[in-house]
């Protein structure tokens, strides 16, 4: 076999002791969870902002821009519900590449996935316990979940791994939200497929043991843009679009139909300031359409402290590492002028 076994990592029951989260930090959760289901189920109006860096680099920048936003989130939390994203693993396209801080908790060094696990869960919790946000993550890995499943209050599950079974069944077992995004064909039937599994009960494998799900009605879809076979990006959170997806939610029956739209990716083929214009395009939509607007929850926005994006070493702080992202500026007037329109 040509795999070199390093190491036995911990299981995750072991770090959660290791880390444990204290009384406060759970309350404050349960209190982040209840605010943003209410979201999804329609008992609140606010809007809701998965916002943040594309990818969790380093502590200290993280924080220091969930700080800022914790200053926003009092300016406009009677509209607004903000989730920090804080993404700590990134699929690569030809597996080249940084992988996030569960495989390199310093982009500058090799792997160390043992270390990688600490800092990702000390970064969530941090998040939790200085500011009172508990956070979102992308499911990459679903085995991975466990690390962070008693922190953790918005999931998403990313183009390429919609349409595999492991992603849909554990969704099914959340009970949190958790955000299925439209496949990077841009074919819908995926995406309404990924959230009826979600939505249901299964029985499966996982982490060794059979396991069972009573269905997740908190899964939703998230509208990214799709990318043609010759490799153009297409936009997909038009009026037309969203219209489209409301009249595929109506003949479902799913539960809380819901979508997140993606501001960056395929929608703004990664040009990061088209995200202000198609933000707000998307909230026109809802003002001029009373099914759009009780389907279209909210935003998913790539944000940092500066514009844009470097490389691996270059060492500018608050800048990704990864996709170009919205500068802090720019982010903090997007939220006021998406908040005035809610």
């Known amino acids: 076999m040509s795999m070199n076994f390093k190491r036995k990592l911990p299981i995750p029951m072991d770090i959660k002791e290791q880390f444990p989260l204290t009384m406060a930090m759970e309350e404050q959760k349960a209190k982040n969870d209840a605010e943003i289901k209410a979201v999804f189920t329609g008992e609140s109006d606010k809007l809701l902002l998965v916002i943040g860096p594309c990818s969790a680099d380093s502590k200290e920048p993280v924080l220091d821009y969930i700080s800022r936003l914790a200053e926003v989130r009092e300016k406009v939390k009677d509209k607004i519900v903000i989730v920090p994203r804080i993404y700590t693993n ?38 939790l316990k200085e500011y009172g946000f508990s956070c ?31 992603h849909r069944l554990t969704s ?50 998230i509208m990214r843009g799709l990318v043609t076979r010759d490799g153009h990006n297409i936009s997909n959170y038009h009026y037309e679009d969203l219209a489209q997806l409301s009249q595929a939610y109506a003949e479902s029956g799913l539960k809380n139909p819901a979508c997140i739209v993606d501001t960056n990716h395929a929608n703004s083929g990664k ?22 607007k009780n389907l279209i929850k909210g935003f998913m926005i790539e944000s940092y402290i500066e514009d844009g994006a470097q490389k691996i070493g270059e060492g500018i702080y608050g800048k990704s590492i990864t996709d170009p992202c ?14 005035e329109q809610v």
């Open 90 to 127: 990134k699929p690569r396209t030809t597996g080249a590449g940084y992988k996030g801080m569960l495989h390199q908790p310093d982009p500058n060094e090799k792997p160390d996935v043992l270390h990688g696990i600490i800092a990702i869960r000390d970064l969530h919790m941090c998040a």
């Open 136 to 166: 979102a993550d992308e499911m990459l890995y679903p085995a991975n979940y466990r690390y962070l499943s008693d922190i953790l209050s918005y999931v998403a599950v990313g183009a390429r791994s919609v349409e595999n079974q492991e």
């Open 172 to 221: 099914s077992g959340f009970d949190i939200p958790v955000g299925m995004k439209n496949p990077t064909s841009g074919d819908l039937s995926i995406m309404m497929n990924a959230i009826t599994a979600a939505q249901s009960s299964h029985t499966f494998i996982y982490r060794g043991w059979e396991v069972e799900s009573e269905g997740n009605p908190y899964a939703h879809a």
């Open 271 to 292: 040009k990061y300031l088209e995200q202000i214009r198609i933000a707000k395009d998307v909230m026109y939509s809802r003002a001029h359409n009373a099914d759009i």
């Open 326 to 339: 919205l500068g802090w500026d720019k982010t903090e007037r997007l939220i006021f002028d998406i908040a």
